[in-house]
């Protein structure tokens, strides 16, 4: 087992939160601690998700599967919806804009062993918003409330709570967020997460948290907050001026698996972790890769690992040049080859 970077000394024990220790609740489902991953498409699969919950992360949702019916045979949705071996509560997040055809994917994921439905009304990309899904979603607050009340009414019985996803608005002049919240609220969602940027503001610009404090002062469900959270002492900040639940890392958590439960451990303690060192990096991204190959099979495995080998091995000397030849490896031996050579020349005694 490889050893955690040691504690720095000194640090406040008051700079973490009281409640930070009591456990978060989602339905029956209570979560390890209150520092998530989010779903992040193509990024957070099975794979990831199992590596940073081992690593600390109190839970993690799966990148959004579509809800349309015909896509769920497809090897694309059928691994995004594959959750065999995870530890429990298991989120599948489901995206679309038909109220109907959503709540069949609810009933169709629980029914397959999801824990936790999560509602995507977040995502800002074009080919989603363009269908009236994700995001879009959020400048029709009609069509909100006939979603969740579709999705949680295909639930009945079946114990499985549904939460959302969205951001603080469609735009910076329709930032309706508080009052999707309150309709979250009446229809019987169980949780709320807000990334504070509009679909306007896509990935730009520094996230607001403003909208998240106002969203959290007017319902009493768990509200968390998401959008540049990338450090504890940036977590507490936003905890502090949001008065959030819980947080929600994104981008910040590609390539470093471990950084949710870093951030954990700075609210639990108030001690801040050093970084962890290329050894134990080699030893995590092992690890990684030989579970991606036996999740996507070699020749897929091969391709779709290039971006997490980037994100892993990003700012290190000579990398520029080290992805033209680990891009170049047609085989998971070759890829794993060139990255070990890659660890030695930075000095390090690789993995075996």
Same mark, same amino acid.
């Given at each position: !087992?490889?050893?955690?970077?040691?504690?720095?000394?000194?640090?406040?024990?008051?700079?973490?939160?009281?409640?930070?220790?009591?456990?978060?609740?989602?339905?029956?489902?209570?979560?390890? *601690?209150?520092?998530?991953?989010?779903? !992040?498409?193509?990024?957070?699969?099975?794979?990831?998700?199992?590596?940073?919950?081992?690593?600390?992360?109190?839970?993690?949702?799966?990148? !959004?599967?579509?809800?349309?019916?015909?896509?769920?045979?497809?090897?694309?949705?059928?691994?995004?919806?594959?959750?065999?071996?995870?530890?429990?509560?298991?989120?599948?997040?489901?995206?679309?804009?038909?109220?109907?055809?959503?709540?069949?994917?609810?009933?169709?994921?629980?029914?397959?062993?999801?824990? %936790?439905?999560?509602?995507?009304?977040?995502?800002?990309?074009?080919?989603?918003?363009?269908?009236?899904?994700?995001?879009?979603? !959020?400048?029709?607050?009609?069509?909100?409330?006939?979603?969740?009340?579709?999705?949680?009414?295909?639930?009945?019985?079946?114990?499985?709570?549904?939460?959302?996803?969205?951001?603080?608005?469609?735009?910076?002049?329709?930032?309706?967020?508080?009052?999707?919240?309150?309709?979250?609220?009446?229809?019987?969602?169980?949780?709320?997460?807000?990334?504070?940027?509009?679909?306007?503001?896509?990935?730009?610009?520094?996230?607001?948290?403003?909208? %998240?404090?106002?969203?959290?002062?007017?319902?009493?469900?768990?509200?968390?907050? *998401?959008?540049?959270?990338?450090?504890?002492?940036?977590?507490?900040?936003?905890?502090?001026?949001?008065?959030?639940?819980?947080?929600?890392?994104?981008?910040?958590?590609?390539?470093?698996?471990?950084?949710?439960?870093?951030?954990?451990?700075?609210?639990?303690?108030?001690?801040?972790?050093?970084?962890?060192?290329?050894?134990?990096?080699?030893?995590?991204?092992?690890?990684?890769?030989?579970?991606?190959?036996?999740?996507?099979?070699?020749?897929?495995?091969?391709?779709?690992?290039?971006?997490?080998?980037?994100?892993?091995?990003?700012?290190?000397?000579?990398?520029?040049?080290?992805?033209?030849?680990?891009?170049?490896?047609?085989?998971?031996?070759?890829?794993?080859?060139?990255?070990?050579?890659?660890?030695?020349?930075?000095?390090?005694?690789?993995?075996?």
């Amino acid at each position: !087992m490889v050893a955690v970077a040691q504690t720095q000394p000194g640090q406040a024990q008051s700079s973490s939160f009281p409640f930070f220790s009591r456990p978060l609740l989602i339905g029956r489902h209570q979560l390890a *601690n209150r520092v998530f991953v989010a779903p !992040m498409a193509g990024v957070t699969d099975r794979p990831y998700r199992q590596l940073c919950r081992s690593l600390g992360a109190g839970y993690a949702v799966s990148e !959004m599967a579509a809800s349309n019916a015909l896509l769920w045979a497809t090897e694309k949705t059928s691994r995004r919806i594959n959750h065999e071996g995870e530890p429990a509560p298991k989120a599948v997040q489901i995206a679309g804009g038909d109220a109907a055809l959503l709540a069949e994917a609810a009933r169709f994921n629980a029914e397959r062993g999801a824990d %936790i439905i999560d509602i995507n009304m977040g995502c800002p990309a074009k080919k989603v918003c363009n269908k009236a899904a994700g995001s879009a979603l !959020m400048q029709d607050e009609k069509q909100v409330a006939e979603i969740l009340e579709a999705v949680i009414k295909s639930l009945q019985g079946m114990n499985v709570p549904v939460t959302l996803k969205m951001r603080t608005g469609y735009s910076r002049s329709q930032r309706n967020a508080v009052q999707l919240a309150r309709i979250a609220e009446a229809e019987g969602i169980a949780m709320v997460t807000i990334h504070g940027r509009t679909r306007e503001d896509q990935y730009r610009g520094e996230a607001e948290y403003e909208t %998240i404090a106002q969203v959290k002062a007017a319902v009493r469900i768990p509200v968390v907050a *998401n959008g540049d959270i990338d450090s504890g002492p940036k977590a507490l900040r936003v905890l502090q001026q949001t008065g959030a639940d819980a947080v929600m890392i994104g981008r910040a958590a590609q390539g470093r698996p471990w950084l949710a439960g870093h951030v954990a451990h700075f609210l639990e303690t108030g001690e801040t972790q050093t970084a962890p060192d290329l050894q134990s990096i080699s030893v995590w991204l092992h690890s990684h890769l030989l579970d991606h190959y036996a999740f996507y099979g070699e020749t897929k495995g091969v391709r779709s690992a290039r971006k997490h080998i980037g994100w892993y091995l990003q700012g290190l000397p000579g990398v520029r040049h080290f992805r033209e030849t680990v891009f170049r490896a047609e085989t998971a031996q070759g890829q794993l080859a060139a990255i070990d050579q890659f660890l030695l020349e930075q000095g390090l005694r690789c993995a075996a």
